[in-house]
């Protein structure tokens, strides 16, 4: 009985915690494209992603983000070998994204939002010492939603900051929140994954991809080559213009109408 009363309070502090950083501190947009856009991204940039993903998106011609944790660089991680520093270089040559992670790997809903801030800073202060002439542009929040301080503060620094959520993004969005959907949540199913692209589509919304390792036996919380070529295949021939974070946001704004208004608290 304890057990089930302990996972009752739990899925109901989860469910607060998901509901609060959604509707706190947001940057609203009414998303309005003429055709859909996909962006394929990957969290804490294990060398599998660029290293086994990299060649199935490049022979199809699309370009993803990388989330990165710069102070998780050349570790060993739960999803696998992290990134090295010529895997940043090789990176930014093909043309790919390297979004914010926090330096440390920071929990954003369990970090304090000053060492989160920090976090933050010494994530670009280690990409300028690194790549002097690269610089971060969009954030992916680490482990779980972001408390809403932490939102906050990520607002101020980047162009649109990214979640989770199963889902995409149309009509009113959340520039400090966009939705992503995860595909190692749906590895068994790639027809769910389908589903969601044919969704997308037809509202014309901005569908973002997300995994963590790309090898032939993932961690939880990646995917086979295989199957991540099907679902990049499919996103491929569906019309979609596909294009990392960043790129996509500009598109958005600069080729479309996005109607920007007022932040909530």
Excluded at 44 to 61: C, E, K, M, T, Y
Excluded at 201 to 210: D, K, P, S, T, V
Excluded at 218 to 239: H, L, Q
Aim: net charge positive; aromatic share 12%; proline share 5%.
């Amino acid at each position: 009985m304890q057990k089930v009363k302990f996972n009752i309070w739990l899925g109901a502090y989860w469910r607060y915690q998901r509901w609060i950083s959604q509707n706190t501190y947001r940057r609203r947009a009414i998303l309005r494209t003429s055709v859909p856009v996909i962006s394929f991204t990957f969290d804490d940039f294990p060398r599998s992603a660029l290293q086994v993903g990299g060649p199935i998106l490049r022979r199809h011609n699309i370009r993803s983000t990388y989330y990165a944790s710069l102070g998780l660089m050349n570790r060993e991680a739960p999803v696998g070998t992290i990134f090295s520093q010529g895997d940043l270089s090789a990176l930014i040559a093909d043309g790919h994204e390297l979004g914010c992670h926090t330096y440390a790997h920071s929990h954003a809903w369990n970090t304090p939002p000053r060492e989160f801030e920090e976090s933050i800073c010494d994530n670009q202060r280690a990409l300028r010492d690194l790549l002097p002439n690269t610089h971060f542009r969009t954030m992916s929040y680490p482990i779980s939603e972001p408390r809403p301080r932490n939102k906050r503060l990520a607002a101020k620094r980047f162009a649109c900051c990214r979640g989770g959520g199963q889902t995409f993004n149309a009509g009113v969005v959340d520039r400090n929140y966009l939705r992503a959907f995860f595909l190692e949540k749906s590895k068994e199913n790639v027809n769910a994954v389908k589903e969601v692209i044919e969704c997308n589509a037809r509202a014309r919304g901005w569908l973002i991809f997300a995994t963590h390792d790309v090898c032939d036996h993932p961690t939880r919380f990646g995917c086979t080559p295989g199957f991540f070529e099907d679902v990049v295949r499919c996103a491929s021939v569906s019309g979609a213009r596909i294009l990392p974070v960043g790129e996509a946001w500009d598109f958005i704004q600069g080729n479309e109408s996005v109607a920007q208004s007022r932040s909530s608290t």
